[in-house]
């Protein structure tokens, strides 16, 4: 099994404008961690900063518990943002190259391209300049470069942008791949539905400071905003909404009119209110039907912690 990634306070700031604030999220070996966070929130900051392409002005960042130097971070596989292949080199020469570079020998550096590039789909373009391959393929060579040298860690910068569905999920199969081979994999991603479908781990930064990070399904049930659904039988939605718009702790009630038992409504309580006001306000009116908490999706969770 692979080290877990620790960065603990990590602070990086560019003259007056601090870009990451005391950050600190781990990322656990064998599974996906979404990075998540409005842009200029800071991610491509503190992925830099893992890869030491960047330094921190203060706190650190740990594998396994060990500070990170240059020979560690050669075992690590990255695809930065700017992403950085040749476009007029040829696909295995670079590939090849890449791997000489993080120290493997010039046979499984060949070995490693070949297996690789058969594995993408790519095996008959091998002797062709990146250019001339698509946006998409471009991308998935982007990858190979990251996985070359088999790193115990692979940090991915927008991975995924730009990519149609199918080259989406092929991406999504790759990583998932080497994060059940053990290595922590850490990708940053705008496309909250694709985190939720992908990730174990998420974690959401805004304006340079972590909001939340954790297994995924632990962030929406979390999340500050409890949601019920509430439905009662014969009583219309409008009657529903004024009664528990007037239970102290709601936020907002909203009809939904979707439910099997009649129309719904979706209410939204502040985290330390009494939901079982809200349910006797809801039985004064008639038979309770449905009371149920409804889990946010992470988009809704993202809106409600970097608010
Ligand atoms: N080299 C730099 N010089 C000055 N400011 C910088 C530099 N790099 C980043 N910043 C600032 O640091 C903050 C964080 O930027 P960063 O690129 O890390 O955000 P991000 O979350 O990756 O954003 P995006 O989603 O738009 O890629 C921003 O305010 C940005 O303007």
Same mark, same amino acid.
């Given at each position: @099994?692979? =080290?877990? #990634?620790?960065? /603990?306070?990590?602070?990086?700031?560019?003259?007056?404008?601090?870009? #990451?604030?005391?950050?600190?999220?781990?990322?656990?070996?064998?599974?996906?961690?979404?990075?998540?966070?409005?842009?200029?929130?800071?991610?491509?900051?503190?992925?830099?900063?893992?890869?030491?392409? +960047?330094?921190? =002005?203060?706190?650190?960042?740990?594998?396994?518990?060990?500070?990170?130097?240059?020979?560690?971070?050669?075992?690590?596989?990255?695809?930065?943002?700017?992403?950085?292949?040749?476009?007029?080199?040829?696909?295995?020469?670079?590939?090849?190259?890449?791997?000489?570079?993080?120290?493997?020998?010039?046979?499984?550096?060949?070995?490693?391209?070949?297996?690789?590039?058969?594995?993408?789909? #790519?095996?008959?373009?091998?002797?062709?300049?990146?250019? /001339?391959?698509?946006?998409?393929?471009?991308?998935?060579?982007?990858?190979?470069?990251?996985?070359?040298?088999?790193?115990?860690?692979?940090?991915?910068?927008?991975?995924?942008?730009?990519?149609?569905?199918?080259?989406?999920?092929? @991406?999504?199969?790759?990583?998932?791949?080497?994060?059940?081979?053990?290595?922590?994999?850490?990708?940053?991603?705008?496309? +909250?539905?694709?985190?939720?479908?992908?990730?174990?781990?998420?974690?959401?930064?805004?304006?340079?400071?972590?909001?939340?990070?954790?297994?995924?399904?632990?962030?929406?049930? =979390?999340?500050a905003?409890r949601?019920?659904?509430?439905?009662?039988?014969?009583?219309?939605?409008?009657?529903?909404?004024?009664?528990?718009?007037?239970?102290p702790g709601?936020?907002?009630?909203?009809?939904?009119?979707?439910?099997?038992?009649?129309?719904?409504?979706?209410?939204?309580l502040d985290a330390g209110a009494d939901?079982?006001?809200?349910?006797?306000?809801?039985?004064?009116?008639?038979?309770?039907?449905?009371?149920?908490?409804?889990?946010?999706?992470?988009?809704?969770?993202?809106?409600?912690?970097?608010?």
């Open positions: @099994m692979a =080290d877990e #990634l620790v960065l /603990t306070e990590v602070t990086r700031r560019f003259g007056a404008r601090t870009a #990451l604030d005391a950050v600190s999220f781990r990322v656990r070996p064998g599974r996906l961690t979404g990075f998540v966070g409005a842009n200029g929130a800071g991610k491509t900051t503190a992925m830099r900063i893992v890869m030491g392409v +960047l330094a921190a =002005d203060a706190g650190s960042v740990e594998l396994g518990g060990r500070p990170l130097d240059l020979a560690a971070r050669r075992r690590f596989g990255y695809m930065p943002e700017e992403r950085g292949l040749y476009p007029k080199m040829k696909i295995a020469e670079q590939l090849v190259y890449l791997g000489r570079v993080h120290g493997l020998d010039r046979a499984t550096a060949a070995s490693r391209t070949a297996e690789l590039l058969e594995s993408l789909g #790519l095996a008959d373009r091998a002797h062709e300049q990146l250019s /001339t391959l698509s946006l998409g393929n471009q991308q998935r060579v982007q990858v190979a470069a990251a996985l070359v040298h088999d790193p115990v860690l692979l940090v991915l910068d927008e991975p995924f942008s730009g990519l149609d569905p199918l080259a989406v999920d092929r @991406m999504a199969e790759q990583l998932r791949e080497r994060a059940a081979a053990g290595v922590p994999v850490l990708f940053s991603s705008h496309q +909250l539905e694709l985190v939720e479908r992908l990730c174990d781990d998420v974690v959401i930064i805004g304006g340079g400071r972590i909001r939340a990070a954790g297994p995924a399904t632990d962030l929406r049930r =979390d999340s905003a949601r019920v659904r509430v439905v009662v039988g014969g009583v219309v939605a409008a009657r529903v909404v004024e009664a528990a718009t007037a239970v709601v936020r907002s009630a909203v009809a939904d009119g979707a439910g099997q038992a009649g129309p719904g409504v979706v209410v939204d939901d079982q006001a809200l349910l006797a306000a809801a039985a004064s009116l008639g038979p309770v039907r449905e009371f149920h908490p409804l889990v946010p999706t992470l988009a809704e969770t993202f809106r409600e912690v970097v608010r």
